[in-house]
């Protein structure tokens, strides 16, 4: 899984700090 950051780009949830 993952999200969608305020700039609009997925980032894969293992990248998100």
């Known amino acids: 899984m993952g999200k969608v950051n ?3 780009t ?3 949830h293992q ?3």
């Open 6 to 8: 305020k700039l609009g």
């Open 15 to 17: 990248l998100t700090s």
């Open 10 to 12: 997925w980032v894969p």
